[in-house]
């Protein structure tokens, strides 16, 4: 779900404090709506729902629309999803398709 300042939220807005060690903030910096954005955040989403729904934040920031916004995460190069909770802060760069990297990238730890 998208508002218009681009954020998506997953998950229930009410979580409990001691569930917040258990949220993750995540921004997905990208350089307009080309081909390679467009699958960075489809392949985000789908990760987003299948290992850390209900528990996460997305935000999705558009540098030819803010270009001063990537200089507070240190950003040279698009797609970069940042990972700021938990810490320790997290990048990885590129369109996410290689899910099993991002899981690790990301820290995402799945079970069986």
Known sequence: MNDSSGRVAGGDPHIGREDAAERWQLKLYIAGMNQTARRAIKNLE???AEHLEGRYTLEIIDLLEHPQLAEGDQIIAVPTLVRS???????????LSEKEKVLIGLDIRVLG
């Open 46 to 48: 789908r990760i987003c």
């Open 85 to 95: 909770l938990p810490p320790p802060i997290r990048k990885i760069l590129g369109d």
